[in-house]
């Protein structure tokens, strides 16, 4: 048999008869696996595994969730008598698995793609309208919200794996010179734990209230009247004003609120108190109440404390 009719002998079984084939130890030993990128588009390959050999037959099928979120989103299995070719629809590739003896039969992957191309011009019309018909045609973007939303939860993680907490981790000072080893390392230790945490919270602090303001755009985008989406000076108009002007004017740019915004509200109110704060931290806004941490004397350039901070819940001393 030539290597051009490979796909020819071939026969879409059913699941069941898969199933059956795969317990029932019925295939020869041996098999292959072969990844394809884009020397056959992926979705050229779909429709011509369709219209050949009809819908997606593989047990993959059986297993995937009725959404996008799969790791294999369709499978063609096919029976012949070497053995099974199952060809798989992955995110990044297509996977092709041959289960049985095909390596004796000479069958290569740069055969199985030109056996493909050569054969696209006997099923190009129905092809054609598999992929008018039966194809929804999308396009992807990128949510910024999840987006934004994803790196403030790993940022968080990872600000929790720290485990910091300073009520607990007072460091002891050196009681004798033989102690100070001990203490260097506890320092040094600490520091660098702490040094971390502070970064992570600083962009935590940085990024929190921006998705606040992500939500809103995104809430706008899916609920934007159509009048204001389709004019792009009053969908920009929009699009750019103030989180506040934004969220009082969702009710006359948006479909689906009964009433305004109240942005007197405690949420709101709070919202505005994180902005602000974050707007101070991130202009280095010289506030000095929000910016006093301590009280101390000098003379001169010589600092003389009022008092060393001590372990949590340690008498402070008096001066």
């Not at 992807?140 to 600000?159: D, Q, T």
Request: hydrophobic share 40%; glycine share 6%; aromatic share 10%.
């Amino acid at each position: 048999m030539a290597d051009s009719d490979v796909l020819n002998s071939c026969e879409a079984l059913h699941p069941s008869c898969i199933a059956k084939i795969l317990s029932g130890g019925l295939l020869p030993k041996g098999g292959d696996l072969w990844r394809l990128e884009n020397e056959i588009k992926p979705a050229d390959l779909y429709c011509y595994l369709h219209a050949k050999f009809g819908q997606p037959n593989g047990l993959q099928n059986l297993l995937r969730r009725n959404d996008s979120d799969n790791l294999i989103h369709w499978d063609w299995t096919l029976g012949h008598e070497n053995g099974l070719l199952m060809i798989m629809g992955l995110n990044f590739r297509t996977e092709v698995h041959l289960l049985g003896d095909w390596k004796s039969s000479g069958f290569t992957k740069d055969a199985f793609i030109a056996e493909v191309k050569n054969d696209l011009v006997n099923h190009g019309k129905e092809m054609s309208r598999i992929r008018k018909e039966v194809l929804e045609d999308w396009e992807l973007f990128v949510n910024p919200y999840k987006n934004l939303r994803e790196s403030i939860l790993r940022l968080k993680e990872e600000l929790d794996f720290l485990q910091l907490d300073p009520s607990k981790e007072a460091l002891t000072n050196p009681a004798s010179i033989d102690d100070f080893q001990r203490f260097n390392d506890e320092f040094s230790s600490l520091t660098k734990r702490y040094d971390r945490g502070m970064g992570l919270a600083m962009a935590l602090r940085m990024m929190i209230p921006v998705l606040a303001e992500s939500f809103l755009n995104l809430l706008f985008f899916i609920l934007c009247r159509p009048d204001i989406k389709s004019n792009p000076r009053l969908y920009d108009t929009a699009v750019r004003a103030n989180i506040d002007v934004k969220a009082q004017s969702l009710h006359i740019n948006c479909i689906g609120f009964s009433a305004p915004v109240d942005w007197s509200s405690a949420p709101c109110a709070t919202y505005n108190s994180v902005v602000n704060e974050r707007n101070d931290l991130l202009h280095g806004n010289v506030v000095l109440d929000k910016l006093k941490f301590d009280e101390v004397f000098f003379n001169g350039t010589v600092p003389v404390f009022k008092q060393y901070p001590g372990p949590p819940h340690s008498p402070s001393i008096s001066i």
